[in-house]
């Protein structure tokens, strides 16, 4: 039994640019009792580990940093498991090494999760381009008690973004539960396809405890509106056969479950449309998911009415992801709205 309240764990790769800021906002917290703050040596090139050691060294809370090393570079989601085995805290909290938290966060998510005996506490984001700081994900102040609170957020339209950073996470509820990282890139989405359903408390915050920083070298930022990697576009379409899977075997008496892989698909194809893809990778995403659709009974499956209209329009259009992916992201337009109420009636 450990006597630390949190681990703030850190995955590091070729991050000397930020690690020192985003290793001192997790040293500088606010927050009065033990925790660590774990780094994940992911075998980079670069200084980024002498530059932790440096800042660690020169920091009073220098014995707060404990270091774990992959024999060989494993990917961000490989480090996220790392931490998830290694923490030594009652919570987990994952800092990615070019993001910050705010002095703040752990105070204020820590006290959140203890009043609400909370599997999940997730705060607001504010995202940092340029030097310039906007609101990235603000979050309505909510207490979710449900079976798979994940997914009743999703069937009821209670936002909470997918990735696994800014999220005070209980940590034997993630081992219990077997809650792990599949994929090497775009980790997040089987992660929270898990979290969701598990979770019984989920809490949201709209005080804002970290800022995401946004710059090119990030692994979206290499792949958005560039060229598709091999690799990317079999990722995202490995999460939807990975997400049918669970659903079949695991997950397929869970209320409001077609949603949840409803909004799975559109992430998916939201962020595959953000890329170029070339004629071959377009072959290779409609031969590898030619029936995604297939694992939804009916249309009456669905409780949202714009996952409905995704749905319909989608199995029109001969089951093409685009379509899928344009009707759900029109679900704000005057015609969608009408649209999906009428859905609603069947």
């Known amino acids: 039994m450990t006597d630390l309240s949190v681990t703030i764990a850190i995955p590091v790769f070729n991050a000397e640019a930020t690690v020192g800021r985003s290793l001192l906002s997790a040293l500088n ?8 703050v774990l780094v994940i040596d992911d075998c980079g090139t670069d200084r980024s580990m002498e530059i932790v050691q440096q800042t660690a060294d020169h920091h009073p809370r220098c014995n707060t940093v404990r270091t774990v090393r992959h024999p060989e570079n494993r990917g961000l ?23 910050w938290m705010l002095p703040d966060a752990l105070s204020h998510l820590y006290d959140l999760a203890e009043r609400e005996q909370a599997d999940v506490t997730a705060g607001s984001t504010d995202c940092c381009q340029q030097g310039q700081t906007s609101p990235h994900y603000q979050l309505t102040p909510q207490v979710i008690r449900h079976e798979a609170a994940g997914v009743w957020m999703v069937v009821h339209d209670v936002f909470m973004n997918i990735e696994v950073w800014n999220k005070l996470l209980r940590l034997d509820f ?8 599949v994929h090497r890139i775009m980790e997040d989405s089987i992660f929270d396809f ?28 290499s792949l958005f509106g560039h060229q598709a990697t091999d690799e990317a576009v079999s990722i995202y379409c490995d999460i939807v056969q990975q997400a049918e899977i669970l659903i079949r075997e695991r997950y397929h008496d869970v209320p409001g479950i077609y949603d ?22 377009e072959l290779y995403i409609r031969t590898t998911l030619p029936h995604f659709l297939g694992i939804i009974p009916s249309m009456r499956s669905l409780c ?18 685009r379509a899928f992916e344009r009707a759900y992201d029109s679900r704000y337009t005057r015609f969608a709205y009408y649209l999906k109420r009428f859905l609603l009636l069947f």
């Open 260 to 281: 949840l892989y409803a909004l799975r698909l559109f992430y998916t194809f939201h962020s595959l449309r953000k890329m170029q893809l070339t004629d071959a990778q």
């Open 304 to 321: 949202g009415g714009a996952f409905r209209m995704a749905y319909l329009v989608c199995k029109l259009r001969g089951g093409d992801w």
């Open 174 to 181: 993630l081992r219990q539960n077997h809650i792990r990282t």
């Open 29 to 36: 917290q606010d927050f009065a009792l033990p925790y660590e």
């Open 194 to 221: 898990h979290l969701r359903i598990q979770a019984r408390t989920i809490v949201l915050s709209p005080q804002v405890t970290l800022c995401y920083n946004l710059h090119p070298e990030s692994i979206l930022g």
């Open 77 to 99: 989601g490989a480090a996220r498991n790392t931490a998830i085995d290694e923490a030594l805290g009652k919570y987990l909290f994952f800092l990615d090494a070019d993001d």
